[in-house]
C-alpha cells in the first residue's frame, strides 16, 4: 500500500510495497506514481488508460483498475485500487492505494500459465479478480481454443479454495450412460462391472473448485440432474438411497450459444441463470493481435528440447500476425510445433509456416512485423518500424487514438513509442 497526495507524489509505502515494487537504486518516495509505475512522462488517462485517481476524485469513492506495472522483476499485471481520504469539507486530501501482484497471468513471456498484456485480455483478466474471491458460479464464453481451462484454474488459485483440489470434467466426453456415474460416483453393485464403491468427480472436488469444461454438450436429460446438484448442493452416488454434501465452486464453460440453445429448448433456462451469475468473456486471438509475439515467445519456451534456441524472423512473424486464427490459441501453439522442427538453424521462417497462413486476411497494417526480440530484452509487439512510426505521427493530424488505430497499436503502447522517439 502507498500513500499519495493529489498531485501524484507518493508519500509513504508499507513495507509490503518496498519488498514487491521498491528498489534501492530506484527511490519513489516523493517521486509521481505513474513515473514510478509506469514510466509515463503524464498521467495514465493522458497516456490512454484508465486513471483510478481521476475516478476516486469525481466518485469520492473507491475505484479499481487492471493495471500492467513497471516491477523489479520486469512487467507485471497488478490490481489496484485508489481509496480517497476526505477533509472535513468532503474534498479529497489525499489517496491510500492498495496495490496487489496478479499472480495467475504474466505481462511477459512464460514458460506456463496465461500470457498477455492486450486490453481485451486485460478485461478478461480483471474480471476474473473481481469474482474470484466469491462464491459466486463463473460462466467462460468464447471460441474454442481461447484457453478456458487456464482462465478457470486462475479463477480457483485466486480464490480462498487455492489450496483444495481443480477437478476438470470434460462434458463433451461423457455419454449420457456415463455422465451421472463419472460426476456423482457409484456404489459396488450398482451396475455389471461395478466391483467396488467409487467417488465421483463431484466428491473429488470437496474443498475445492469443480470446473465443467463444454457445458453447452450437457444432455438434456442430466441438466436436472445438475441442476439439483448446484441448488441444494447434495447429490447420490449411483445405486445408493443416501444424500451427500457438496462443496466445491462450480466454474463452466462453453464456446456454444447457450442463449440461443435456450430459445431453442436445447438447454434449460433455470441451469442457464444457476451457471451465469457472472459471465466472463474470453477474447479470441484476433481480438489481442498484440500479444502474439509473446505468446509465440512463450510457446516456444514450452517446447520439448532442442539444439538451438528457437526464434521467428520478421516475414514469419508478420504472417502469424496477419492470420485470422479460426483456432485461436490453440492453432497458433500447433503451428510452432510443426514449425519448430523445420527450423534447423534455430529460426522460424516462411516456408516453415502452413500454406493456410498464405497471409491472404485481413493484415493490421502493410508493414511487417519485428523479429522476437533477443532473450532478455522485452519485446515491443507492435509491427510498425520507428522511422515510419515517426513519419506517419509528423504528417498526421488526426487524434491520438486515430494515429494508434493507422498503426495498429493500442494507445498505451504508441504514447510508448511515441515517448521513446521523443515526440512527446
Known sequence: MIVLDPDYNILAANTAYQRQFGTVDKPYIGHKCFRVSHHYDVPCDQAGEHCPMRKAFELKGPDRVLHIHHTPRGPEHVDVELRPILGAQREVVAYVERLATVRSASARPSSDGLVGRAAAFNTALAAVQ????????????GESGTGKELFARAVHEASPRANGPFVVVDCSGLTETLFESELFGYEKGAFTGANARKPGLVETAKGGTLFLDEMGDVPLSMQVKLLRLIESGTFRRVGSIESQQADFRLVAATHKPLQQMVADGRFRQDLYYRISAFPIHLPPLRERADDI??????????????????????????????HDWPGNIRELRNVLDRARLFADDGIVRVEHLPESLSGDGPHPVAIPAPALAPAGTVARGGEISDADLRRLAETSRCTRKEL?????????????????????
Do not use: C, N, W
Not at 296 to 322: C, E, N
Open 130 to 141: 473481481r469474482v474470484a474471491p466469491s462464491t459466486l458460479p463463473v460462466l467462460l464464453l
Open 293 to 322: 509475439p509473446m505468446l509465440v515467445d512463450s510457446f516456444l519456451q514450452r517446447g520439448g528440447p532442442v539444439k538451438h534456441r528457437i526464434s521467428v524472423d520478421a516475414q514469419a512473424m508478420a504472417r502469424l500476425q496477419a
Open 404 to 424: 494508434a488505430r493507422q498503426a495498429g497499436l493500442s494507445e498505451r503502447t504508441l504514447y510508448r513509442r511515441l515517448k521513446a522517439l521523443g515526440l512527446v
